[in-house]
């Protein structure tokens, strides 16, 4: 399995500071617009931290637009649309958080994981110690990344994380 990260994911990795958990996982790529997205200076350093953990940049060809146009929403931007086609074209796990893009992903037939997923293959590949992620699962609500408040406490209790609230 090859996975495709979408900007957010990126986004919640970069706020713990893990966005090289991605290619100890399985090989990950990103798309050069994605990526294009992550530049803002609230994340200063994610674009040289994706680079840096080995996820390989996949430049954009312009022959993928007219696809992507056939898939895209009003709910979904280009790049959403791009990732989506390219996944779809590629046969790569799409790694995606926001509902439209999971919601489209689903009904084309793209197999999509989000951020939970992330945790529970960290976990079941001993990759990162469990205090660690309890820290996570504090540190994201607090840092306003939204991710399901069921699945973090299902994963507060299944670690047994004491003190992590949000």
Do not use: F
Not at 36 to 64: F, K, M, N, Y
Request: proline fraction near 6%.
């Amino acid at each position: 399995m090859i996975l495709l990260a979408d900007a957010n994911i990126l986004i919640d990795l970069a706020v713990v500071g893990r966005v090289d958990l991605l290619p100890a996982i399985a090989p990950t790529e990103v798309l050069d617009v994605v990526l294009a997205e992550c530049d803002h200076a609230s994340q200063p350093t994610l674009r040289a931290d994706v680079i840096g953990s080995g996820v390989t940049v996949v430049e954009t060809d312009v022959s993928w637009v007219g696809p992507a146009l056939q898939l895209r929403t009003p709910s979904l931007s280009l790049p959403d649309a791009l990732n989506l086609s390219y996944a779809r074209a590629q046969g790569r796990a799409l790694l995606a958080g926001d509902q439209p893009l999971r919601k489209v992903a689903g009904e084309i037939g793209v197999e999509i994981h989000g951020t939970i997923w992330i945790v529970e293959q960290a976990v079941g590949r001993t990759l990162v110690d469990p205090q660690e992620i309890c820290d996570w699962l504090a540190r994201w609500p607090a840092s306003g990344r939204r991710l399901p408040a069921r699945d973090l406490a299902r994963l507060r209790l299944a670690l047994g994380c004491s003190g992590h609230h949000s």
